[in-house]
């Protein structure tokens, strides 16, 4: 049974750090591509970064390139996104999800959700002051 639990959100002041973390658990994460997606309340979930199994090559949407940053500890089996220079339109729950087909990359399609298969639960990320 696949599962993936999401932790390190919270509320933090416009301009801060968080780090949020993935724990998978019932496949090999070095075989599938991961994503973080977020969803506002009142909007469709985007895909906010992607991490390809392949050579660890990442994806950012561009409202957080040079802010967030995706990583993967593959022993582990967990994955990391890093938010700097947090803004109050980041406000959003959080999700990771793991890319429906094995040592497959997305491409260009990586941040539809349709596309992935497995999700966690969701943390809560508010930026406010």
């Known amino acids: 049974q696949v599962q993936l639990v999401e932790s390190g959100g919270g509320l933090v002041q416009p301009g801060g750090s968080l780090r949020l973390s993935c724990a998978v658990s019932?496949?090999?994460?070095?075989?599938?591509?991961i994503g973080w997606f977020r969803q506002a309340p009142g909007k469709e979930r985007e895909g906010v970064s992607c991490?390809?199994?392949?050579?660890?090559?990442?994806y950012h949407t561009d409202s957080v390139k040079g802010r967030f940053t995706i990583s993967r500890d593959n022993a582990k089996n967990t994955v990391y996104l890093q938010m700097n220079i947090l803004k109050p339109e980041d406000t959003a729950v959080y999700y990771c999800?793991?890319?429906?087909?094995?040592?497959?990359?997305?491409?260009?399609?990586?941040?539809?959700?349709?596309?992935?298969?497995?999700w966690g639960q969701g943390t809560q990320v508010t930026v406010s002051s």
């Open positions: 999800a793991v890319y429906r087909y094995r040592r497959l990359n997305p491409g260009t399609h990586w941040p539809e959700p349709a596309r992935y298969l497995y």
């Open positions: 019932g496949l090999t994460l070095a075989d599938y591509t």
């Open positions: 991490s390809r199994y392949s050579d660890g090559t990442t």
